[in-house]
């Protein structure tokens, strides 16, 4: 077996690490929801620090779609970022060119640097190599420790190893080894409960969850989207026009391997947050949580499985009480210790977190589509061109 190149393989003394980090973290009006992918990346850091490497970090976050916005800069995570490392972070507001050179021809072991969104550049999401070796110009070494951006071929990730020598974080590595160890030959009956509002990559890695699952259980945007191909009336809700086709595919896919796919029967609804059954739902509804009928019978699956996996909250959990549904399905999860419970992705974090009944969670994920992606193939794109 090819093997990746770890920390420890590497001698970082005085050397400059190229550390591509998972920063994007779940933010509302400035505030930080949730720190777990910085805490995550922590490890790594403190490594290269401890062995006199000066850690060089690059991130995206949010998707500004080849612009400079400053609502997507990274020096709103720099703060929080520098009080857990325990240390300044230089902050450098572009990621390549002039000012990146400046900087790095004077840094010492004993400093880290913050680069600029990478998102801020096209270049960054097309794969350019040309933008992967302006990136890595100025380092020595390159460390991917961003488990959940690794099912992205992007610069950073993908073309950047063709330019620098690679190897992989400790974040990443956890990630493996938790992965591997309880969803390699998992436990059966697998349930998996698939919800949150970034729809367009989920739907594609469902359609492979439903070879492997009893139950496939949806909520949020995703549930939406399927009850739209189903011709429901969801009125205002949030869906996904482009994948009603893919949502038909799917559910003629689980059939074919007897896999159930749990729609909601009952929902919360906007208006005075009533508790309605699916078919009276009208044109000015807003669906904004999973109703009493459809929790009780998800609760009765999940009693009945061995596996579970969760990957995006089934309602809109940053608001009250439209968290009700999504609690209600983590502390019943965290209730039942011999189930093997596997969460993933930046707002099914924080959700888990918020409500603060995650003990018995076997791992949670940094990734959430990355975390699907691995379901797959149990391997990452971002993982693969680190094997050479
Ligand atoms: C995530 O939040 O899942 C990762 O940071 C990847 O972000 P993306 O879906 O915008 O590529
Ligand atoms: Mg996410």
Redesign the pocket.
């Given at each position: 077996m090819v093997k990746i190149k770890k920390i420890s393989d590497f001698n970082l003394h005085s050397k400059k690490v190229l550390v591509r980090l998972d920063l994007?973290v779940p933010i509302n009006n400035n505030k930080i929801l949730d720190n777990t992918r910085i805490k995550a990346s922590l490890p790594t850091l403190k490594e290269i620090i401890k062995k006199k490497g000066i850690p060089v970090i690059i991130s995206h976050f949010g998707r500004p779609n080849g612009k400079v916005n400053k609502k997507f800069s990274l020096k709103k995570i720099l703060k929080k970022l520098s009080k857990f490392l325990g240390k300044k972070i230089i902050f450098c507001n572009q990621c390549i060119g002039l000012e990146v050179k400046r900087i790095l021809s004077n840094v010492k072991p004993g400093q880290v640097v913050l680069l600029e969104n990478l998102r801020f550049h096209k270049e960054e999401v097309k794969n350019s190599s040309k933008f992967a070796k302006d990136l890595s110009k100025y380092c020595d070494i390159y460390i991917n420790d961003a488990f959940?951006v690794s099912h992205r071929k992007h610069s950073s990730i993908n073309k950047i190893t063709k330019f620098i020598p690679s190897g992989m974080g400790k974040n990443m590595e956890n990630e493996i080894h938790n992965l591997n160890k309880y969803l390699k030959k998992p436990k059966k009956p697998i349930i998996a409960i698939v919800g949150g509002s970034?729809m367009d990559s989920k739907i594609n890695l469902i359609n492979n969850l439903v070879t492997k699952c009893k139950y496939l259980i949806l909520g949020g945007g995703v549930a939406n989207t399927f009850l739209k191909s189903k011709n429901f009336d969801i009125g205002k809700s949030i869906y996904e026009k482009k994948k009603i086709k893919i949502a038909i595919k799917i559910q003629k896919k689980a059939k074919k391997n007897k896999c159930i796919v749990v729609l909601p029967l009952d929902v919360v609804v906007s208006e005075k947050n009533k508790n309605l059954d699916i078919s009276c739902i009208n044109k000015n509804h807003r669906i904004l949580d999973l109703g009493k009928k459809t929790l009780d019978m998800i609760s009765n699956i999940i009693s009945n499985s061995k596996t579970v996996i969760w990957s995006g909250p089934i309602g809109y959990f940053e608001k009250k009480p439209y968290d009700k549904g999504t609690n209600k399905l983590a502390n019943l999860i965290n209730s039942k210790k011999k189930i093997i419970s596997i969460a993933g992705?930046?707002?099914t974090i924080a959700a888990l977190k918020k409500n603060k009944k995650i003990k018995n969670f076997s791992f949670l994920s940094t990734g959430?589509?990355a975390f699907l992606y691995w379901l797959e193939k149990f391997t990452l794109p971002g993982i693969e061109v680190l094997k050479k």
């Open positions: 994007n959940s970034k992705g930046g707002d959430g589509g």
